[in-house]
């Protein structure tokens, strides 16, 4: 997908260690959207964020997932203290406007992988 | 709260045969709906997305789905897959307002040669 690119593909950490996973949107998008898929599992939302605005965090865990959107620069998943329960394919959306009927378009995701 | 089941975990179709995939939601007001597919190691690609007006939306790929209001469904078909067809797919609804999107668990679809 050359439209949202999401980095890096693949991210290896061990237990502990902090994970940050980039999305840069599409080009005139300033809604960005985080989703992640356990194995096996859909995708389930995280977090809504246009710029320098969380919107809506309300499935993110209370606990070590913080995500932001500067003015400038990519959007950032960061996650601290990272358990095996964590790996997981992330994958990052962006869209034009953040209403209902503007379709989202997907990066390729980061899978993360904890040791 | 919304929600969306897709009923089938696997569905195996031969090449040439036609394909149906089942959605069923649950949302208070007209939803906005969508398929996207997913193949192997890969993001999520747009196939189709219903708002509102007629109820037989088409799509990319050959695919097109019908949205059912009495039913609450969204069925994804396809008259003939090809064996590039085989991937996840999923279907989705998003509130009117904010975009968060609602997942199904996914079908994944097999084709045989």
């Given at each position: 997908n050359a439209g949202v690119m999401q980095n890096p593909r693949h991210l290896v950490r061990r237990r502990g260690q902090e994970a940050r996973l980039r999305?840069?949107?599409?080009k005139g998008h300033s809604h960005v959207y985080w989703y992640r898929q356990l194995p096996e599992e859909g995708l389930k939302f995280m977090v809504y964020l246009q710029k320098e605005n969380i919107i809506d965090e309300s499935g993110?865990?209370?606990e070590r997932f913080s995500a932001e959107f500067p003015k400038e620069g990519p959007s950032i998943l960061r996650i601290q203290q990272v358990v095996r329960g964590?790996?997981?394919?992330?994958?990052?959306?962006?869209?034009?406007?953040g209403n209902g009927n503007q379709p989202q378009h997907f990066g390729d995701g980061t899978r993360l992988s904890i040791l | 709260a919304q929600s969306v089941t897709q009923p089938d975990?696997?569905?195996?179709?031969?090449?040439?045969?036609?394909l149906e995939l089942r959605c069923n939601y649950s949302y208070g007001a007209t939803p906005y709906l969508f398929w996207y597919v997913q193949s192997p190691g890969q993001g999520?690609?747009?196939l189709l997305k219903y708002f509102s007006g007629d109820t037989l939306v088409q799509g990319i790929k050959g695919f097109e789905a019908e949205f059912k209001r009495s039913q609450s469904s969204f069925n994804l078909r396809k008259p003939s897959v090809h064996w590039s067809d085989a991937a996840e797919y999923f279907c989705a609804v998003a509130q009117a307002a904010g975009n968060k999107l609602t997942f199904g668990g996914g079908t994944r679809v097999l084709v045989k040669p």
């Open positions: 999305c840069s949107p599409m993110m865990p209370k964590d790996s997981a394919a992330y994958f990052c959306a962006s869209s034009p406007q | 975990i696997h569905i195996t179709v031969s090449e040439g045969a036609s999520l690609q747009l």
